[in-house]
């Protein structure tokens, strides 16, 4: 029965941390210069669809997504990006303001959201940052989060860099 209920909110993250890379690029424009923080215990590796790279929390079934597209669309303003990522999912409406942060000393926006997808509530917190070749989106989707998901998004944020960084 788990599995039916957190299979939508499977769908939508998976769909969501493609967005990038279906807006802007293929396969071959994503990025192999970045490292980022893994989640850490609790989390195990999944199938990450078009997105870079995918876990899931064994804790709350959270899934935290990260996707790299280097096309021309990175020059979009990060509002625009994160609006455009959020476009796939129905209703939603803003738990927690966009936020601009330095992210691996790039620019990023932050934001917290809610939608419902079959019936069921489905809470997204998304990270857009912008390098100098690079946009990257870090999203972290699930039907609620445990501490221990909001302390993987912020050790993947915190962790993030780009490989050719000092």
């Keep these: 029965m788990s599995k039916v209920r957190v299979l939508p909110s499977i769908a939508i993250a998976m769909l969501l941390s493609s967005c990038l890379s279906s807006f802007f690029g293929n396969k071959d424009s994503k ?3 970045y490292v980022i923080s893994t989640p850490g215990v609790g989390w195990e590796i999944m199938d990450p669809g078009e997105a870079d790279t995918a876990f899931r929390n ?3 079934q959270a899934i935290l997504n990260i996707s790299s597209s280097c096309g021309e669309g990175r020059f979009q303003t990060l509002e625009k990006l994160t609006a455009d990522i959020l476009k796939q999912l129905p209703a939603y409406k803003v738990i927690e303001p966009a936020q601009t942060r ?3 000393g790039y620019p990023g926006l932050i934001t917290e959201v ?3 997808v079959d019936g069921k509530p489905l809470f997204v917190r998304l990270a ?3 390098t100098s070749s690079c946009l990257f989106d870090i999203i972290l989707a699930g039907n609620s989060f445990s501490e221990s998901s909001r302390i993987a998004f912020e050790r ?3 962790g993030f860099r780009e490989s050719s960084q000092p």
């Design 31 to 33: 990025s192999q210069d």
């Design 156 to 158: 993947a944020l915190k």
């Design 58 to 60: 064994q804790a709350d």
């Design 102 to 104: 330095t992210i691996g």
């Design 128 to 130: 857009v940052v912008r």
């Design 114 to 116: 809610r939608g419902t």
